[in-house]
């Protein structure tokens, strides 16, 4: 455990120019989260093993990594001393691809590891659907809950991303409807005792608080993964822009400690480390 009482915020989800939904280089993105109170960062570039539209492999998840360390490497002497920065990946759709995901996530230089998932075989990239028909949506959360229960099932990733995010695409069709407990409580459940049991954790994604989504996962999946003895929370904005950079990072701090939770965690060689709050 870091000693001391936590006058900063952790990010422990972020992207730069490296993943291909950003420009923001990565001494830019440093900067404005050291600028924005966060002391603890990793950069965790998406790592897809499939292109998003076509499904295909994508082979420049092989470079991901490499890439991340060589523009660090770069900037490590210009950026503050007491910002304690480390390299991870947005590992994704590690169902689609499991030898090569398994492969990728044995990098010896990575710090942290997001289990994310975005996409399906049956149905593409979530961002893509239309979520108006109830019967639709319906088979929707079960497939993504199927996905993130084999994601879970793995061990090569060290805390599920942002549980629940597809409410966001929901939303901007008008149609209000998240990850409920009332319409899955078993499964969900079910998800996160797995998690516990083979010691990992899970996000709280700030992005929905930023866009009015939120928090992933909702307020009522973070109490339940509490009262089942969930400890391992990291913190991330998921901010793909300087201007994004801890967003709401303090927001959801706030909402760990109301609900519970004593300790957010930071990882430095796939080791958690737990930090007050």
Request: net charge negative; proline share 4%.
């Given at each position: ?15 730069t120019r490296v993943s291909l939904d950003s420009q923001a280089s990565l001494y830019d993105m440093a900067m404005a989260e ?241 930090i007050p709050i």
């Amino acid at each position: 455990m870091v000693q001391g009482h936590m006058a900063f915020l952790t990010d422990f989800h972020c992207h730069t120019r490296v993943s291909l939904d950003s420009q923001a280089s990565l001494y830019d993105m440093a900067m404005a989260e050291y600028a924005a109170g966060v002391r603890w960062l990793c950069i965790t570039d998406h790592c897809d093993t499939v292109h998003w539209r076509t499904l295909e492999h994508y082979p420049p998840c092989r470079t991901v990594a490499a890439r991340d360390r060589a523009e660090l490497a770069a900037v490590r002497e210009r950026l503050p001393a007491d910002l304690h920065i480390r390299l991870g990946l947005e590992l994704a759709e590690l169902q689609l691809w499991p030898e090569l995901t398994e492969e990728l996530a044995g990098d010896p230089g990575l710090d942290f590891i997001l289990g994310s998932h975005h996409i399906t075989a049956q149905l593409g990239d979530y961002h893509e659907l239309t979520y108006t028909d109830p019967a639709f949506r319906k088979q929707m959360w079960e497939l993504y809950l199927d996905n993130l229960q084999w994601v879970a099932d793995k061990d090569y990733f060290d805390v599920m991303a942002h549980i629940g995010y597809v409410r966001r695409y929901a939303m901007a069709q008008g149609v209000d409807v998240g990850l409920a407990l009332r319409e899955h409580g078993d499964r969900i459940e079910h998800l996160l005792k797995t998690l516990i049991q083979n010691g990992r954790g899970i996000e709280l994604n700030c992005s929905g608080l930023r866009d009015g989504c939120g928090p992933f996962p909702s307020v009522e999946i973070l109490r339940l993964y509490r009262d089942l003895g969930g400890q391992i929370v990291t913190t991330g904005s998921d901010a793909h822009r300087p201007e994004q950079a801890a967003k709401c990072l303090a927001q959801g701090q706030a909402l760990l400690k109301s609900l519970g939770f004593r300790y957010v965690t930071v990882f430095t060689g796939r080791r958690p480390e737990s930090i007050p709050i």
